[in-house]
Structure formats: structure tokens, C-alpha cells
């Protein structure tokens, strides 16, 4: 049961995200369907979050290291991991950041970590700049990638591994493709920009959005006119264009953003499989919101 957080804070995204990170810390995959529990108003706000942390763990860990003598309790230590994400992401308001996670952690392990959390993050406000400048001596840290792996990006690339651990550090854009069986690109771009949210188009039915929204901001989500997806993801259709009638199996299919797109395309009759039922049901959602059907 959520906690009583405003549903469009901070602390409640902060007490979504941190379990989540837990968990992967804990060995699960992200690809778990963990994040898609998440109610889909505040989902935006977590999944970025709990992709940020994850990117930055190295760094998050070797920041904490000096600020903790003990090891917390697990999703106590996932939330600072969380926290120390969100303050380097929201420079201007540290101290904000700092309160919404004090918030967070009432609301998690009973309660008991609050003052914890909050020495913590006001410690490490007054240590930032020496804590930061000790990462120079830890380059997994620094560069927010594992210290084998960097060392077989040197030997591969030396000339270029500097270049591709900045670009693996590049956070992506939010994507969206629009359903053409019910809206047209150009319309949808059009009512993007009457809602205030600046776009491109990419591809036959992909748009880049300049910044992520929640999807209760997209016009026409609910009524199945577009969803989100990676422009990448989007080329496995595009390139695989099967033609009208034919089968298709979309092994490993959850949560069904190629099969969707598939059926957006043409009409096939198409099988989707996972090995998950809860993600099964994730597809059988996402394919009646736009209007679909397959066998899954």
C-alpha cells in the first residue's frame, strides 16, 4: 500500500525507486517487471531515478563509503543511492532533495532511519567537493563502469573508449511511437506541441520528446494513440515488415511494445510469449489500451 506521499512528490518516487534498487543490488534483473508495478502517473519519475542510481552505483558507493560506518539496513542504503543520484541531478535544490528523503525514509523500515539518512545526505552537502575529488583514484567511480569492463574497452579501443564510456553515460531521450492505425504522426506532433511539450519525429511513427513526461500528460494515451518506446526498439519491426496475413511469434514478447507495433503495421496473426504470466498480462494490457489483439 503507497504511503500517504503526495502523489506527485519527490518522497514518493524516492520510496518506489528504492526497493527496486535494492532488489537489483540484491542480484534480480531490472528486466523482472518490478518498474511496471509502478503506478503509470509517477512510473516516469521512478524509472528515471532507478536508472540514474544504477548507472552511478560506482560513484554512489564510493561517495557513501566515508559517510557510513556501518552498512544500513539494504533499501536505506538503496535510497541514499537514490538520493545521491537525485542531488546530482537537481544541483539547485539540494536541500529539497535532502527533506524529500527524509520524508521517504519515514515511510520505509518502520521509520527508524530518518535521522540516519538525513546526517547522511547533510554530511555529504558539506563534504562534496573533497568527497568528489578522492573519486579521481577510482575510475570505476568516476566513470560510473566497472573496473573489468573498462579495462576491456582499453584494450579493444584505445583510442575511442573514452568517447564511448561518455556516450554509455549519456542518459536517453524519451521515445514515443504513435499507433497509425489511429493517428497520424504529424497530427500527433501537433497536439504535443498544443499541450506544451516539445518533439521531433524520427522514423515512420517514432517522436523524441526534448524532455520525459509522465504519460498522463500525453494527449490520447489512455485512448491507445501512442506509447512509449526506445527508437531502437522500434527499428525491429520496421526492419523485420511482415506482410499482411502472415504468422509471427514474438518470443520473450513482455511487455509488448513489438508486438504492438507489429499489429499496428499490418494485420497478422501473431503469437506473443513470455515466461512471466504477470508479464503476460502486461502485454494482454498494453495491446487493449491500443486496440489490438493477439494470441499471447
Known sequence: MPPALPPDSLALALWYAAPIVAQVMAGQSLAD?????????????????????????????????????????????????????????????????????????????????????????????????????????????????????????????PKQWESIVSADNTPPPMSLRVNLRKCRQADYLARLEAGGIAAQARGEAGIRLQRPVPVSQLPGFADGLASVQDLGAQRAAELLDPAPGSRVLDACAAPGGKTAHLLERADLELTALDIDPDRCRQIESNLARLGLAARV
Do not use: M
Open 33 to 157: 517487471g518490478t518498474l511496471e508495478q509502478v503506478p503509470g502517473d509517477i512510473r516516469p519519475s521512478v524509472q528515471d531515478i532507478v536508472y540514474g542510481t544504477l548507472r552511478r552505483h560506482g560513484e554512489g558507493d564510493a561517495l557513501l563509503a566515508p559517510l557510513l560506518q556501518n552498512p544500513p539496513y539494504p533499501i536505506i542504503r538503496a535510497l541514499l543511492f537514490c538520493a545521491l543520484h537525485r542531488l546530482a541531478t537537481w544541483t539547485d535544490a539540494p536541500h529539497t532533495v535532502v527533506n524529500q528523503a527524509v520524508e521517504a525514509a519515514g515511510q520505509l523500515a518502520e521509520g527508524r532511519y530518518k535521522g540516519l539518512v538525513n546526517g547522511v545526505l547533510r554530511n555529504y552537502l558539506r563534504q562534496q567537493e573533497s568527497l568528489k575529488e578522492a573519486l579521481a583514484d577510482h575510475p570505476a567511480a568516476r566513470l560510473w563502469h566497472p573496473a573489468w569492463w573498462l579495462e576491456k574497452l582499453q584494450a579493444s579501443y
